[in-house]
């Protein structure tokens, strides 16, 4: 009897077939892994930078006008007071948590994914706050002279960077404890800073230790990036 022909795929070999296309070789996947790998490098290298060195902020408030506007992303200078002290007429970020921004009463594991995507630059720090240093510890700041001005230890002191005058519509007297600082927006008028918080725990200053570092440039939009001047000690000792 008859035999059917073998099967040409069972003897190893190809069927024939009209439509011969070419294979494609897997070329994609070390190239994927590559780009991931280093794009995961830099925001870990970016993270680093901004924990150590230089972070950048974004200013939510026109509390410190002129100087910075709502929406200006700043460069801070986290390393600035590790050989030196603060100044009066610093501009600085400091830690707001528990007195500018209540106390994040939310379970430690919601309060770590916040913190570690802010690390990597994901999240904004919704506890920072910027200010001015009018006082330091000893310092007795009040306001305001006849003219309007603000007194450091009893000195009038001329401030051209604000918004307007007088430098507080509201009158204060305010000795400034060690380790302790007393800060104050540019536009005393639209500001909530130390003088908000004179009756609180603390009368108003801020640890030495919530400093996050000092504001040393505008660093976006393009149109008013600039290196921030430090100023002249305010006056007073």
């Not at 035999?3 to 190893?12: A, I, K, T």
């Not at 510890?137 to 003219?147: A, E, F, I, L």
């Not at 108003?204 to 149109?223: F, H, K, L």
Request: some cysteine.
């Amino acid at each position: 009897m008859p035999h059917d022909s073998p099967d040409p795929q069972r003897r190893g070999r190809r069927a024939p077939t009209g439509d011969r296309r070419p294979r494609r070789r897997g070329i994609r996947g070390p190239w994927v892994f590559a780009a991931v790998a280093v794009a995961v490098a830099a925001v870990l290298a970016s993270a680093l930078v901004r924990s150590t060195v230089a972070e950048p902020y974004r200013i939510p408030s026109g509390s410190m006008e002129p100087l910075l506007l709502p929406g200006d992303r700043i460069s801070v200078d986290r390393s600035a007071y590790d050989a030196a002290p603060v100044r009066r007429g610093d501009v600085v970020v400091v830690d707001g948590e528990g007195s500018f921004v209540p106390y994040d009463s939310r379970p430690a594991a919601a309060k770590s994914v916040d913190v570690a995507l802010q690390w990597l630059g994901l999240a904004p720090d919704t506890t920072a706050v910027v200010k001015r240093v009018a006082g330091t510890g000893g310092d007795t700041v009040s306001c305001c002279t006849g003219d309007g001005l603000l007194q450091v230890n009893g000195e009038p002191v001329q401030e051209d960077y604000l918004a307007e005058p007088p430098a507080s519509t509201v009158p204060f007297t305010a000795t400034v404890p060690e380790g302790r600082l007393f800060l104050l927006g540019d536009n005393r008028h639209h500001s909530l800073d130390s003088r908000a918080l004179l009756g609180a725990p603390g009368g108003g200053m801020i640890a030495e230790s919530s400093v996050v570092g000092r504001v040393t440039a505008i660093a976006w939009p393009p149109a008013r990036r600039t290196d921030l001047e430090q100023v002249d000690a305010l006056s007073g000792r």
